[in-house]
Each structure stands twice: as structure tokens, then as C-alpha cells.
């Protein structure tokens, strides 16, 4: 492989541009959805991180509750999703993530409305979250997340969650 190309204004990390000398790629081992192999081995999905302690996931065998992996000894250890002030921080790290992958990375931006004046997300605070992301090298965002407590667990004592002891 060779480098065609190297963008450089990118923050402190460089972007690539690079070129086979024919063109052609392989996927050698396939793709699995990153939410459905989570399911299979009780994880969480990728590195986004957890809505909630317990999740409640559909698939096509039918709904199940999750819970977070080692909740007992690890709970205080996981940041979850919608406790973030907001996306940028995890859209600075999928960025850089980026430079290193050769396909797209779906990435999401994640706000929780209530953290906000009047609930409500300023426009301002998106829009700088889409920026840094570009500036960062990030290559495209999916879902835009609002939080809406749906599929979600609230845990109050892990004694009383019946999905804890599996």
C-alpha cells in the first residue's frame, strides 16, 4: 500500500489517503452486527457507551432484558450515556478511531434534554458538536439521539433487579 495523500490540518493526529496498486479490497472475515453480538455475549454494544445499567433489547427471537456486564463488582465504573453532558468528547475519540479503520464508523450524537435550559438542546451546542467531529477527521454521523427514557431500565437496588442475577 501506498500513501497518496496525508491531510494535516487535522487537531494533532493525520488523516490518510491510501491506495493498493490494484484497487481492489477484501473483507476476509465478514461483518456482524455489533448489537446483535452484544446480545449473544452479554456486552455492551461496541464503545458507545450504555443507556442503562439494564437495557431492554427486541430481536427476532423475541425481547430480553440486559444488563450490563460484571454490573455488581463494575457499576461504578461504567459512564452511561444520557449521565454525559454531551456527545463531544466521544465524537473526538471516534474520530481519531477513524484514521485507523478503512470502513465508515456509524457514529451517533447523544444529548440528554434535560441536562438543558428549558429542555431544550441549543441549536449553537449541535452544530459545534458536528464541527469538531469534521475537524477532528471524523467521516459521518448516523443517528442524532435524544433521550426519552424508552427501552430503558431504571436500577435502583441491584437486590430488586431480577435481571442482575443471571
Given at each position: 500500500?501506498?500513501?497518496?495523500?496525508?491531510?494535516?490540518?487535522?487537531?494533532?493526529?493525520?488523516?490518510w489517503?491510501?491506495?493498493?496498486?490494484?484497487?481492489?479490497?477484501?473483507?476476509?472475515?465478514?461483518?456482524?452486527s455489533?448489537?446483535?453480538?452484544?446480545?449473544?455475549?452479554?456486552a455492551?454494544?461496541?464503545?458507545?457507551?450504555?443507556?442503562?445499567?439494564?437495557?431492554?433489547?427486541?430481536?427476532?427471537?423475541g425481547?430480553?432484558?440486559?444488563?450490563?456486564?460484571?454490573?455488581?463488582?463494575?457499576?461504578?465504573?461504567?459512564?452511561?450515556?444520557?449521565?454525559?453532558p454531551?456527545?463531544?468528547?466521544?465524537?473526538?475519540?471516534?474520530?481519531?478511531?477513524?484514521k485507523?479503520?478503512?470502513?465508515?464508523?456509524?457514529?451517533?450524537?447523544?444529548?440528554?434534554?434535560?441536562q438543558?435550559?428549558?429542555?431544550?438542546?441549543?441549536?449553537?451546542?449541535?452544530?459545534?458538536?458536528?464541527?469538531?467531529?469534521?475537524?477532528?477527521?471524523?467521516?459521518?454521523?448516523?443517528?442524532?439521539?435524544?433521550?426519552?427514557g424508552?427501552g430503558?431500565?431504571?436500577?435502583?437496588?441491584?437486590?430488586?433487579?431480577?435481571?442482575?442475577?443471571?
Open positions: 500500500m501506498r500513501i497518496k495523500s496525508i491531510k494535516r490540518n487535522v487537531a494533532i493526529e493525520h488523516t489517503d491510501i491506495t493498493t496498486d490494484t484497487e481492489q479490497y477484501v473483507l476476509g472475515n465478514g461483518c456482524i455489533h448489537n446483535t453480538s452484544s446480545q449473544i455475549s452479554n455492551t454494544n461496541g464503545i458507545e457507551p450504555p443507556r442503562s445499567y439494564v437495557s431492554i433489547k427486541q430481536s427476532k427471537d425481547v430480553m432484558s440486559q444488563v450490563v456486564p460484571e454490573f455488581r463488582h463494575l457499576k461504578n465504573k461504567y459512564e452511561l450515556l444520557w449521565d454525559q454531551g456527545p463531544s468528547g466521544y465524537l473526538k475519540v471516534m474520530a481519531v478511531l477513524q485507523y479503520i478503512d470502513q465508515g464508523i456509524s457514529v451517533n450524537t447523544s444529548y440528554n434534554p434535560t438543558y435550559e428549558d429542555e431544550k438542546i441549543p441549536m449553537s451546542k449541535m452544530l459545534e458538536d458536528i464541527i469538531t467531529f469534521y475537524k477532528y477527521g471524523g467521516k459521518q454521523l448516523y443517528y442524532f439521539q435524544t433521550y426519552d424508552a430503558e431500565v431504571e436500577v435502583t437496588d441491584d437486590a430488586d433487579c431480577d435481571s442482575c442475577t443471571i
